[in-house]
C-alpha cells in the first residue's frame, strides 16, 4: 500500500542523499561517466546487432 501513489519527488531526494552518503560525492561523477560510457557501448552493440541483423536475412533465427 506504500507504493499506491507512485513515485512522489521527495522520494527521490531521499535516494539522492543515501547515494551520496554511501558513495561520497568525490566518486559520482566518475560513476555518472561511466555510466554514460556504458550506454553509449550498449546502444552501438544494439545498433551493429540490428544492422547485422537487417544485412543477413538468412541468418539462423529468422523465418
Known sequence: ????????????LVVALVV??????KKL???????GKSARILK???????AE???DPAAPGHS
Open 20 to 25: 551520496i552518503m554511501v558513495f561520497g560525492s
Open 29 to 35: 561523477p566518475d560513476m555518472a561517466r561511466s555510466l
Open 44 to 50: 552501438s552493440e544494439a545498433k551493429a546487432m540490428k
Open 53 to 55: 541483423t537487417n544485412a
Open 1 to 12: 500500500m506504500m507504493l499506491r501513489n507512485g513515485l512522489e519527488p521527495w522520494h527521490l
